[in-house]
């Protein structure tokens, strides 16, 4: 059977049309667009990676910008997640190729684009089995080990994560099936991945070429953290309580409206000095400054949005770096951090 040619009305025209369903939560609407498409001719690869996939990129931009409120987000990500379903369900491919496990890794709840990734790979023969969202590591190792799997495919969005993705990988490692990762945790060109040693796909599509090359999948990357034995990571670790309650003691005598913040700005001041200790030490990690300097840069942008002057943040870091003498890496990369938030 051949498909029918892409008519004129491909995802980019019926984009702004996605959009308008998610911000009104309208599912029903969402999900007529995308079978729409399908109808159309339009493959069901570019429905979730050209519709689905950069309307949720968009999402994210209005929540990051305080434009959306959280529960915006989370409505429009339900509605997305429903019409990849629908897309699904319309689409049945019988597998023809082996298991594949696609999974989040422990602690992270960014399930839909893992999500995608999974559907793209049924599309193209993959018997797929998609664990969803945080998976503590020795359950994934005990599925693994039941299910005689052709690759595990980890999904990590948030570079802070990073330490805790190595500790799964190399659980994976030890059940001996081969491991790709994807997701933007691993940074915009994959280059944590290459650090921790595993291959990494930046796509649905490229996730499905490293799958078809056996030579490949089987051939790692050697990692590269001899950094990692100047114990400055498992100092931050243990520093972390510590280092959350001096940004804010230095926090609260210094800015005086914190006197009058309620419950809930409190709670989102100690998990914003909590990003920041992980982020660094997540940086720590993979010797890298640029993995904090972006975070820096994109908490600017967040704190700008809910009127919170970038000096505050310049001032925790000047804090945290007096605090980290001794820690050189650290030290460098609040540094760097500072600069980030001067420019
Ligand atoms: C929806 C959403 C959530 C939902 C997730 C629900 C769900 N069911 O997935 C919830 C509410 C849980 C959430 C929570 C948080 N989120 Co959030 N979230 C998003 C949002 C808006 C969309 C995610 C999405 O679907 N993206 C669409 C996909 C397609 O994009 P993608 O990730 O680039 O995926 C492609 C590739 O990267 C790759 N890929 C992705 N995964 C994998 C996996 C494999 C194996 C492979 C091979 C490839 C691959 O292929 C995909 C398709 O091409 C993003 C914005 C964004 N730009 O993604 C923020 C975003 C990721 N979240 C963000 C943040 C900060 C958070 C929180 C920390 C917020 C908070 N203060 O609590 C928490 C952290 C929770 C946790 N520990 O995991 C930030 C991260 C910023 C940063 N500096 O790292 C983002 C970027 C928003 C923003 N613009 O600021 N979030």
Redesign the pocket.
């Known amino acids: 059977m051949t498909a029918p040619a892409p008519t004129a009305a491909g995802p980019v025209e019926a984009y702004p049309e996605f959009l308008d369903c998610l911000a009104a939560a309208d599912e029903y609407a969402a999900t007529d667009v995308a079978l729409r498409l399908l109808e159309e001719g339009v493959p069901a690869e570019r429905v979730l ?1 050209d519709l689905i ?1 950069p309307a ?2 968009q ?3 209005w ?2 910008r305080n434009v959306w409120s ?1 529960a915006q ?2 409505a429009a ?1 339900h509605v ?2 429903r019409a990849v379903a629908a897309v699904a369900a319309h689409t049945r491919v019988r597998p023809h190729l082996g298991r594949v496990v ?1 999974s989040c890794m422990d ?8 999500r ?2 999974g559907e793209v790979l049924r599309l193209r023969g993959w018997d797929v089995a998609f664990l969803g ?1 945080s998976v503590p590591a020795a359950h994934l190792v005990s599925y693994l080990h039941r299910d005689d799997a052709h690759a595990v ?3 990590c ?3 802070m ?1 990073l330490p805790h993705a190595h500790r799964m990988i190399e659980a994976c490692r030890r059940a001996d099936v081969p491991i ?5 945790g691993f940074g915009p060109d994959g280059r944590w991945a290459r650090r921790l040693g595993v291959h990494w ?4 599509t ?2 499905a070429d490293l799958l078809a090359d056996e030579r490949r999948l089987h051939r790692p990357p050697s990692e590269d953290l001899d950094h990692l034995a100047d114990d400055e990571y498992p100092g931050l670790v243990k520093s972390r309580a510590d280092l959350i309650d001096t940004g804010l003691r230095d926090l609260t005598a210094r800015v005086p409206s914190m006197a009058d913040y309620t419950t809930a700005q409190f709670d989102s001041t100690v ?1 914003d000095l909590g ?1 920041i200790v992980d982020f660094l030490t997540a940086a720590v990690y993979v010797d890298d400054d640029a993995l904090f300097t972006s ?1 820096i840069a ?1 908490m600017v942008e ?1 704190l700008d949005s809910r009127k919170v002057p970038p000096r505050t943040l310049d001032r925790v870091l000047d804090v945290y770096a007096e605090t980290l003498h001794d820690f050189p890496r650290a030290h460098r990369f609040l540094h760097a951090g500072r600069a980030a938030v001067r420019s």
Do not use: I, N, Y
């Open positions: 990676l996939a949720q990129e999402v994210g931009r929540w990051q959280v987000e989370h990500t997305s997640e696609v602690g992270e709840w960014h399930a839909l684009p893992a995608l990734v969202a495919a980890l999904a969005a948030l570079p994560r790709l990762v994807g997701g933007r796909a930046g796509d649905a490229a996730a998990s990003h975070f994109w967040v």
